[in-house]
């Protein structure tokens, strides 16, 4: 079946980064590209960023712009995003979502991974 | 880019029929008919509910409808069932070729 299966749990101190991994099965993984979604404890969804697995592309949101870089491995079909000079409001549940290629402006995310819980202590 | 406004509840009795509304700009829900709608009950990964405005994903129920007035969208839930309980949250393509969010609303069945 499709899915996302995302790395497990980290705990990082502020100043450090984090790469998260989302391994994608069960479709044509060059087809569809990848969003990536945060929600801090007790928040709402707040877009992080996306990229086509096609070309490569990506665009990030202006809040983490400059500190994100989000990738993807067409060899072991995984999507990858790492967050650098972590803060503690960086704390929350990240996740990858699979975003349909039928026009520039899709924001149906269809597919999501499970999350991956980020948490940043000093 | 500001989130896009929700209420942050509305709640409604089994069998009634609630809406909920996702007001943005016309660099966002009003200059595209790119808007979808996400189901998360707690601990859960968000669900896809309605995109494009007013398309369902395969295996939503029929129940859920989208439609999109000027810089407002709307989710209308009938025939209200306790599984319906959850947050919601609205999404939108922007102008500046990003996606933005609301800020969510907690569905209650009474």
């Known amino acids: 079946q499709v899915q996302l299966v995302q790395s497990g749990a980290e705990v990082k101190k502020p100043g450090a980064s984090v790469k998260v991994s989302c391994k994608a099965s069960?479709?044509?993984?060059?087809?569809?590209?990848f969003s990536w979604v945060r929600q801090a404890p007790g928040q709402g969804l707040e877009w992080m960023g996306w990229i086509s697995t096609y070309n490569g592309n990506t665009n990030y949101a202006q809040k983490v712009q400059g500190r994100v870089t989000m990738t993807t491995d067409t060899s072991t079909n995984t999507a990858y995003m790492e967050l650098r000079s972590l803060r503690s409001d960086d704390t929350a549940v990240y996740y990858c979502?699979?975003?349909?290629?039928?026009?520039?402006?899709?924001?149906?995310?269809?597919?999501w991974g499970q999350g991956t819980m980020v948490t940043v202590s000093s | 880019q500001s989130a896009l406004t929700q209420p942050a509840s509305v709640s409604g009795s089994p069998g009634q029929s609630i809406t909920i509304s996702c007001t943005g700009s016309s660099s966002d829900v009003g200059g595209y008919n790119f808007v979808s709608w996400y189901q998360q009950h707690p601990g859960t990964a968000p669900k896809l509910m309605i995109y494009d405005v007013s398309k369902r994903p395969s295996g939503v129920s029929n129940r859920f409808s989208g439609s999109k007035s000027g810089n407002t969208a709307s989710l209308t839930i009938s025939g209200l069932q306790a599984e319906d309980e959850a947050d919601y949250y609205c999404s939108s393509y922007t102008v500046s070729s990003t996606c933005v969010f609301g800020g969510g609303t907690k569905l209650t069945v009474l």
């Open positions: 979502a699979r975003r349909p290629p039928w026009n520039d402006g899709q924001v149906g995310f269809d597919i």
């Open positions: 069960g479709y044509s993984f060059n087809t569809y590209g």
